[in-house]
């Protein structure tokens, strides 16, 4: 070999040619190696021209892409439908053949638009369809080249029809669901109402007794002094008056007569006592703030809770003589009466529990603590505890506003309210209000 190649050309040794034989080697696998890579690429291309095609087909809004000149260079199959025009025959159109005259000059205005200020645009134009004329919602959008320089513009179409029906059916289905929320929130206010109603019979039922028990006993003693005065008027002898003053013990009728309307009078201040909290309780909540105790809606509250429970559960306060603090005591005496009640549920299948209700003063806070002995929260339940709609109680017995309501109610007067499980087993919440009334307060007093 060496012996031929030396006589082509003498020049050339062996280890030369052997060099340029090998450098041709290389060079040939490098156009291989390119070749495989122009290949995949070109694949890689064809799939995606692929996909893109594949796309604009299954768009139901009919797309236009132009040049500046307003020739139409690509759209996709909607169109095609629509127009009842081959994509072939499209292409090279102007945009303007495909739209209502009297759109015209708004069309070339918009795509004008759309191409100098390089903002998409928005028009309601009239599409030129094989059976009637159908409106479209157009969006156009520049159409620029790598270099960012415009090009062309791209329409995007959808029918004003397909539009409004689809936002008369959205407006639909939030009607639906305001009416749902309102069905569910009557019926949160109705299960609260009938344990507010509960407790307060149960509450006012004593002073009524005691009211009612008095006006009878009035009414005894009454009898017995017109029978004592009808003897007088009659002119009856002394010694007869005297002996009938005895059998009929006016004066042990009129001392107690005293206590009687005492007793009645203070059975009559209970009661309104027990209405002006409910007034106080039901109050939208638009007017100022004023400063109230805390201590005495916490009782009142308590009081109207429990009393449909009872003997099963009993409470154990721990809290000074008053606590005051500013806000609307209405919507305070309700976030207690949601906290007092979660607390009896809690402990529904026991035969006696305990709810444990401490106040005390901490810095400028007045903090409130409502606990129970029931199986505690899991921690789920302590992360969604205040979510609208969130309850752990089974149908029927709550839909999960009642926690939430409470928390923005605390949130509104400054406060915080913080669900927690008390380390010997059940759960506690925890309601600090600011002691910003205090000095007022207490120099009023």
């Known amino acids: ?13 062996d280890a030369a040619w052997i060099d340029v034989i090998r450098k041709m080697d290389a060079t040939y696998s490098e156009l291989l190696k390119y070749q495989v890579e122009l290949e995949e690429k070109n694949s890689d291309l064809e799939g995606m021209r692929a996909f893109i095609e594949s796309v604009l087909g299954s768009m139901t809004d009919i797309l236009i892409a132009c040049n500046l000149q307003n020739q139409i260079v690509q759209t996709n199959a909607a169109l095609v439908r629509s127009t009842g025009i081959s994509a072939q025959a499209l292409r090279g159109l102007r945009v303007t053949d495909l739209f209502a005259k009297d759109d015209h000059d708004k069309l070339v205005a918009m795509l004008s638009a759309a191409a100098t200020k390089m903002r998409t645009q928005r028009l309601e134009l009239t599409l030129q369809t094989q059976d009637t004329p159908e409106i479209l ?44 929320q309102e069905q569910l929130v009557h019926s949160e206010k109705m299960a609260s109402l009938g344990r507010l109603v509960s407790g307060v019979a149960h509450e006012i039922n004593n002073p009524i007794s005691f009211v009612y028990g008095n006006a009878h ?37 009129v001392g107690n007569l005293r206590e009687a309307i005492a007793g009645a009078l203070e059975g009559a201040e209970r009661v309104r006592d027990i209405v002006e909290s409910l007034r106080r309780f039901s109050a939208d909540g638009h007017g100022e703030a004023q400063p109230f105790d805390l201590v005495g809606i916490t009782r009142t509250a308590l009081a109207w809770v429990i009393k449909g429970h009872e003997p099963r559960l009993r409470a154990m306060l721990s809290t000074p003589e008053r606590v005051i603090v500013e806000g609307r ?29 401490d106040i005390s003063e901490d810095l400028d806070h007045a903090v409130l603590r409502i606990g129970d002995q029931g199986s505690g929260m899991t921690p789920e339940a302590m992360l969604r505890m205040f979510d ?39 759960a506690m919440f925890e309601m600090r209000l600011p002691l910003r009334w205090r000095g007022v307060s207490e120099a009023k007093a």
């Open 1 to 13: 070999m060496g012996e031929i190649l030396n006589t082509l050309n003498p020049t050339f040794s």
């Open 137 to 180: 919602d157009i969006h156009a959008a520049p159409r620029t080249d790598p270099r960012g320089r415009v090009v062309g513009i791209v329409l995007i179409g959808r029918p004003v029809g397909e539009l409004r029906r689809a936002y008369v059916e959205l407006n639909s289905a939030h009607e639906k669901l305001i009416q749902a």
């Open 217 to 253: 006993a009035l009414e005894r003693y009454v009898g017995r002094l017109e029978t004592y005065f009808q003897q007088v008027q009659n002119g009856t002898p002394r010694t007869d008056l005297i002996q009938l003053r005895e059998k009929l013990k006016l004066d042990k009728a």
């Open 329 to 357: 005591s209405g919507h305070i005496q309700q976030v207690l009466m949601n906290m007092i009640q979660n607390a009896c549920d809690s402990m529904e299948g026991c035969k006696e529990g305990v709810i444990d209700i």
């Open 388 to 426: 609208p709609f969130f309850t752990t109680k089974p149908v029927g017995k709550g839909i999960g506003l009642g926690l939430s309501i409470s928390y923005r109610i605390v949130q509104q007067h400054g406060g915080t309210l913080t669900p927690m499980n008390k380390p010997d087993g059940g």
